[in-house]
């Protein structure tokens, strides 16, 4: 039964697209779409003087110095302060997880000679703390990397939309709204408008 109904569907759906084509109807003339008005033709020149290539390579090399072949010199402060921000916590992850790695290992020997520094933890809680300080570390270095190729990838993309104008006429205005609906209520919100 159903696939009498589907062959049905198809059959109806087939014959209503075939005599959909009509060769003797035409809406206008024929327009060739590979077809161009060589005097209507914008040609591109390129304004920017930046290589964004460069910008990139300088940038890998240290960061923030792509940023200052753009000439964005508000970005050096952000990138350095982020790279020195996640330093300083990388570092300070391995000393604990090294801590507590060292006292687990004094914990769980045999040799009464070493003793745990951290002695009221025992061996399980030592263990989800090394495992949860290990795991913060190399997050963090995750986070390192990623934050390393965004400051590429935006020294080269600032030096791609240098060539770029900005209009004074584009602006965006945002202030509160108050709409009235179809019951006689209001209400309230935030209006956006885009001037250009």
Same mark, same amino acid.
């Given at each position: 039964?159903?696939?009498v ?13 075939i005599?959909?084509? #009509? ?8 327009? #060739?779409s ?6 209507? *033709?914008e040609?591109f ?44 916590? *990388?570092? +300070?992850?391995?000393?604990? +997880? ?6 687990? *290992? ?7 000679? &070493? ?9 399980? &809680? ?17 986070? &390192?990397?990623?934050f +390393?190729?965004?400051?590429?990838? #935006? ?17 965006m205005?945002?202030r ?13 919100g935030?209006?956006?408008?885009l001037?250009?």
């Amino acid at each position: 039964m159903i696939r009498v109904v589907l062959f049905s569907f198809f059959i109806l759906v087939l014959g209503v697209s075939i005599f959909a084509q #009509d060769p003797e109807v035409t809406v206008g003339e024929a327009f #060739d779409s590979l077809a161009y008005d060589e005097e209507h *033709i914008e040609i591109f020149t390129e304004l920017s003087t930046l290589n964004p290539n460069r910008a990139a390579l300088l940038s890998a090399v240290l960061p923030g110095l792509g940023q200052v072949y753009n000439k964005q010199y508000w970005k050096v402060p952000l990138v350095v302060g982020g790279a020195v921000m996640l330093g300083h916590y *990388i570092r +300070y992850q391995d000393r604990l +997880y090294n801590s507590f790695r060292s006292a687990l *290992i004094a914990e769980s020997d045999a040799d009464p000679r &070493t003793i745990n520094a951290f002695s009221p933890l025992n061996t399980e &809680t030592l263990e989800a703390n090394v495992n949860q300080l290990r795991r913060d570390r190399d997050y963090l270095m995750i986070m &390192t990397a990623l934050f +390393y190729m965004l400051n590429i990838v #935006d020294a080269h993309i600032s030096a791609h939309l240098h060539e770029f104008q900005i209009n004074d006429a584009l602006s965006m205005d945002i202030r509160p709204a108050i709409q009235s609906s179809a019951l006689n209520s209001r209400s309230v919100g935030i209006s956006f408008s885009l001037k250009f």
